[in-house]
Nanobody, 124 residues
Framework: QVQLVESGGGLEQAGGSLRLSCAAS????????MGWFRQAPGKEREFVAA????????YYADFVKGRFTISRDNAKNTVYLYMNTLKPEDTAVYYC?????????????????WGQGTQVTVSS
């Protein structure tokens, strides 16, 4: 069992930066791939980024490549999403997710545990 709690969301101007954190509890965190997803009002939840269990492999959606960076600290049971050059279209609720497998995936259905989400709003 893994419990996930996101933090770090808020209101930011276009071009600004935010860092999201996801604190995990449970002994399986260090062997779990982690992902970030987002969901805007009226839209489906979409993949943002993922990282393998040891952090050696990362995956990004095309629309965040070069702007967002995912990382993890297994000693702190935490995964991060650094978001730079934010755009108004990045506005969404951002969710952290964990999967039992060690390698990341872009599919919502591949993840076993989800956090409650944190709101990110980017103003123009």
């Amino acid at each position: 069992q893994v419990q996930l709690v996101e933090s770090g969301g808020g209101l930011e101007q276009a071009g600004g930066s935010l860092r999201l954190s996801c604190a995990a509890s449970g002994r399986t965190f260090s062997s779990s791939a982690m992902g970030w997803f987002r969901q805007a009002p009226g839209k489906e939840r979409e993949f943002v980024a993922a990282i393998s269990w040891r952090g050696g492999s990362t995956y990004y959606a095309d629309f965040v490549k070069g702007r967002f960076t995912i990382s993890r600290d297994n000693a702190k049971n935490t995964v991060y999403l650094y978001m730079n050059t934010l755009k108004p279209e990045d506005t969404a609720v951002y969710y952290c997710a964990a999967r039992a497998a060690g390698y990341g995936s872009s599919w919502v259905s591949d993840y076993d545990y989800w956090g409650q989400g944190t709101q990110v709003t980017v103003s123009s």
